[in-house]
């Protein structure tokens, strides 16, 4: 043979084998009859509720499984135009904090209220991670009924995770700050003078009401995420820490120096006691604390100016450090609380620590060192073992109450199944891709229901039709109850999904409130029938009381309204029957609309601009005359002399 | 004249007693059920009052017209509470007296409430099915929105149901002990 026929020949051999060469990709994932069990049939309802937080969004959305759908979007940190939560006057004082109105905030995970380290499912907690704080919502009504403001704290992500019994929610601060009288120093006078505050707010057992109990004067570290023990472990709580470097600059590389860094036990317990026992010191702060009351429909926003703290250089048994490879991220306790794993972004293999060996170590005094006086346990003392080459940037971990850890992998996009007694590797799945959090029904709790697992990527790509740059978040739902996870479902989600927890909905669904009973409402400007409605002027006040009833306002003729006028609209819907909204919008308003529930009363505030007769309407589509639902308001110029006067139906 | 058993007579008294419930457990319902509402509305007709989804029914029914269901609208629930109590205290009477023309007397009796009761119903489902008003938004060409008497029928997207609640139920099983005392009568009087 030639050169010539060589070279074709060789070159026909590359391309035959080329496709043989490249390993297998994803698309060979589903197997059997994933449809039939993710098929919710029209009518049916899902078997989980899911509560997914929305990231960037600053809401968390409620998602049915195993189907998928989104249910709602429940709004939490961020305005809310589509049923005015922030514009209407009543929602208004929910988003204030010490600087004031802020629209807008970073959700990242959820906490489902616990009795005896089992859902409850009474309310969902949610952090608020630019402007710390820490959100209640009433699961009975889905909607947020309280929200925290945390002082002293930056980047509140370690947040906001809960003891067994709900009796605490904490908030570990990611970035840590100077605080107090010495604020205006120097960024790199960061190890004298920034601090890390561990937040630990309490919870009323009964109502949920949240109090802002004492805070932890922690190093200058980074804290990332946190976990309570339970069970055996009732009485810790653990957070993950990285930058134990304590770098303020550059932190890719400046705090990816060590090879551990720790896991801080926190015994609150103790911490309880020194408190009860006055060891605390007031701290000047400044924090809003907002709350919502069901009986008058609107919120009330109160700021506070003190705070407790305890000093745990001083107060000891309260702080231990375990070292952990290397910037944890998630740190976990298994059901029976014995076990807490550390997942090092950055490491080889996942350190599960011992409980017992832990509370052993602490006994012997089986310390390495010390930070100001806090004791760093020794690894080997603490560890139980590590899991070996379990894939690459573990970030997370859950359980299914059958001995399993699954352990979220973002590098090497896939989660690994492990035996948490053997630390042997049983299984493992690609998600697509590059999974953050996952979430297994009651995975954080000391009762998992080990059925359904969901991965919450943070890459799309190709998943679904491309929607231009910006893509939906994807999620997988995988099918744990058996050896082997398989793919059963992959969905788009809203916003971008951190933390999601999800319980049984036989939980909740048969105490959803359906609508306010009107006898109950104590909104100052409710109405409880149609005789009252009215416009009252005060100044330049105009205080329109409104009613909405299938299929009309009352007033929906008004006049003697003035360029400049504040115009309050408080609306009352009189409709007693579930699912009946009403909405209400005027032309060129600068806010939203109001979207109000049978029974309750909403108040949209409106400074008209111009002189006219401007158009309002029910917008949310509520009869079969629906779009007769509207009325008209006349502006005058300032000063005229056009009579204050309402009515309604008055033909000529 | 023929006097009754001690066990009839007792059938008379258990009939007049079993129309006491009706003071405490509703008479009648009206049910309505359409494409928006699967769960069904109830509306619950008592001696003297109205319970149930009343409101919204009312809600639903202006679009075409219908009287606005009131208390108000029912005369009955002044006098019923007393005629009932006639009918009780007459029940007793003839388990007293305990002849045979005491036990069809009050046989009578309770059969002529029933159709008077049955009649009134009637009159009132056609005032409230057929005087609308006429400046209703939904107005369709002949048609009328007379309740079911007893039974289902269809008005309109709502399946509507009328039919005795538990209060009568009870009350018809006390007649239905009268038909007994009959029965066993006729048949001690053939055997002897």
């Known amino acids: ?652 | 004249m023929k006097t009754l058993s001690n066990s009839n007579r007792l059938l008379i008294l258990i009939a007049a007693l079993a129309i006491i419930p009706a003071y405490f457990t509703p008479l009648w319902q009206i049910s309505l059920w359409a494409p928006q509402y699967p769960e069904g509305l109830n509306m619950k007709i008592w001696i003297d009052h109205l319970s149930g989804n009343v409101d919204t029914i009312n809600g639903v029914n202006h679009y075409i017209g219908m009287k606005h269901i009131g208390e108000e609208m029912f005369p009955e629930f002044i006098y019923l509470k007393y005629i009932i109590g006639v009918l009780i205290a007459l029940g007793v009477v003839a388990a007293w007296v305990g002849k045979r023309w005491s036990l069809y007397g009050f046989l009578t009796l309770m059969t002529l409430f029933g159709l008077a009761i049955l009649v009134d119903m009637y009159l009132w489902g056609y005032d409230y099915g057929h005087n609308l008003d006429p400046k209703a938004a939904i107005k369709v060409p002949d048609m009328t929105y007379q309740p079911p008497l007893i039974g289902y029928k269809e008005l309109l997207n709502f399946l509507a149901y009328s039919g005795p609640d538990t209060g009568s139920w009870i009350l018809m099983g006390g007649v239905a002990l009268l038909f007994v005392a009959i029965i066993r009568d006729r048949l001690k009087n053939k055997n002897q």
């Open chain 1, 1 to 652: 043979m030639n050169k010539h026929t060589w070279l074709v020949a060789a070159g026909l051999i590359a391309v035959a084998l080329a496709p043989g060469c490249k390993p297998k990709g994803a698309q060979s994932a589903i197997t059997g009859d994933a449809a039939s069990k993710v098929y919710v049939a029209p009518g049916e309802h899902d078997e989980f509720y899911n509560i997914v937080s929305g990231g960037f969004n600053g809401q968390m959305s409620v998602v049915g499984l195993p189907s998928g759908r989104v249910l709602k979007i429940l709004p939490v940190f961020s305005v809310h135009p589509e049923n005015g939560w922030g514009y209407s006057e009543e929602t208004k004082p929910m988003l204030n904090t010490s600087h004031g109105f802020v629209p807008w905030d970073d959700l990242h995970h959820i906490a489902i209220s616990t009795t005896n380290a089992e859902h409850d499912a009474r309310w969902a907690f949610g952090n608020a991670n630019n402007t710390p704080r820490i959100a209640r919502v009433d699961l009975n009504t889905f909607k947020t009924v309280e929200i925290i403001e945390i002082p002293n704290s930056a980047g509140n992500h370690s947040s906001p995770f809960i003891t067994q019994n709900t009796e605490y929610v904490v908030a570990g601060t990611r970035f840590s700050v100077p605080v107090g009288d010495n604020q205006d120093v120097s960024i790199d006078s960061y190890k004298e003078n920034f601090k890390g505050h561990i937040s630990f707010i309490s919870v009323d057992p009964e109502h949920g009401d949240m109090d802002l109990a004492f805070q932890i004067e922690a190093p200058p570290f980074n804290f990332d995420l946190a976990r309570a023990g339970k069970n055996k472990s009732h009485g810790w709580f653990f957070f993950s820490t990285y930058n134990t470097e304590m770098a303020h600059t550059l932190l890719e590389v400046n705090a990816s120096q060590k090879d551990k860094d720790f896991i801080m036990a926190v015994n609150w317990k103790k911490a309880e006691e020194y408190v009860k026992a006055g060891e605390g010191t007031t701290r000047k702060v400044k924090y809003a604390h907002n709350k919502w009351d069901e009986a008058t429909h609107s919120a009330k926003s109160e700021i506070i100016e003190e705070v407790l703290t305890l000093d745990p250089t001083v107060l000891k048994d309260i702080v231990y450090f375990i070292p952990c490879p290397k910037s944890p991220h998630g740190t976990d306790t298994d059901p029976t609380g014995e076990y807490i794993i550390g997942s090092g972004k950055l490491a080889a293999i996942i350190p599960v620590f011992s409980f017992t060996k832990m509370l052993a170590a602490i006994e012997n005094e089986d310390f390495e060192g010390d930070i100001n006086g806090m004791p760093v346990l020794k690894y080997e003392s603490v560890l139980h073992g590590e899991v070996e080459k379990p894939g690459l940037g573990p970030l997370h971990t859950e359980f299914d109450g059958k001995g399993n850890a699954y352990t979220s992998m973002f590098v090497s996009s896939e989660i690994v199944k492990w035996n948490i007694e053997t630390l042997e590797v049983l299984d493992r799945v690609p998600t697509y891709y590059s999974v953050g959090h996952l979430s297994i029904p009651g995975g954080p709790t000391g009762k998992p229901h080990g059925k359904y697992m969901v991965a919450y990527n943070k890459i799309t790509k190709d998943r679904y039709l491309p929607t231009g740059p910006e893509l939906a978040h994807s999620a997988q739902l995988y099918d744990i109850s058996g050896d082997k996870m398989q793919l059963l479902l992959d969905f788009p989600t809203i916003g971008e999904p951190h933390y999601a927890e999800a319980f049984p909905a036989s939980l909740i669904k048969d105490r959803q409130v359906k609508f306010y009973p009107i006898e109950g409402n104590e909104n100052p400007y409710a109405l409880k029938g149609i005789n009252d409605a009215r416009v009252e002027r005060n100044g330049n006040e105009v205080h329109v009381y409104m009613t909405s009833i299938r299929s009309n306002f009352r007033p929906d003729n008004i006049e003697g309204v003035h360029v400049g006028d504040e115009v309050y609209f408080h609306v009352t819907n009189l409709e007693q029957d579930w699912d009946v909204p009403h909405g209400f919008a005027i032309k060129g308003a600068n806010t939203a609309e109001l979207l109000i529930m049978p029974g309750e009363t909403s108040t949209l505030k409106w400074v008209p601009d111009r002189v006219g007769v401007f158009p309002f309407y029910c917008t949310d589509f509520c009869s079969a005359l629906h779009q007769e639902m509207q009325g008209y308001l006349r502006v005058s110029p300032k000063g005229a002399n056009v009579p204050l006067t309402f009515s309604t139906g008055e033909a000529e």
